[in-house]
C-alpha cells in the first residue's frame, strides 16, 4: 500500500495564523496522515514536533520589479498555468515557487509517491478529498490533481 503524505505550505508570523496551522495538524494527525510542513516563518517547536518533516527557508524576498513581479508562467504536460495580477505592489511568488518546488521535490526524493499539498488554513474534516484525489490519480493515470475557487 502506497503511504500519502501531506504538504503544508505555510507563512505564519502571527499567533492567529499560526493557531490555524497547529489545528490543521491536530486535525490531520488524528486521521493518522503523516506531515511535512514547508515555511517561511519561524514555528513554534510544539508545531514542529507534531510533523514528520520540518523545512524552513527564512529568505523570503519581495519582488518589486513591473517585469517581473505579478507574471508567474508554468508548463505541465498540457496544463499551462498564469497569473498576473496588476493591484498588488510587490509580490513573494519566486519565493512560493522555490518553496512548493523545493518541498515536492524534496518529498518525492524520499520516495513518497502520493503528495497533498495544501495551504495552513486550511480545514480538513475528514479523508473524504484525499481519498478521491488518490482514487483520481491512480484510476486515471496522471500526475497531479488541482483544486481552485470558482474566482479563479
Known sequence: ????????????????????????INSLNSLNYRICLATHSSTPQDIIDRC????YDEQN???YDNDIKYFTYQNISTLKFSYKDYLLPSTHGLS???MYSGALTYLKSLGEEIVHMIEYDTIV????????????????DIGAVLYSLPRF
Open 1 to 24: 500500500m502506497e503511504q500519502e503524505i501531506i504538504l503544508i505550505l505555510s507563512y505564519t508570523p502571527t499567533i492567529k495564523k499560526q493557531d490555524k496551522l497547529r489545528e490543521l
Open 52 to 55: 514528520d518533516y520540518y523545512l
Open 61 to 63: 524576498p519581495l519582488l
Open 96 to 98: 512560493l515557487w522555490r
Open 125 to 140: 474534516k475528514n479523508k473524504d478529498i484525499f481519498e478521491a484525489n488518490t482514487s483520481l490519480l491512480k484510476s486515471l
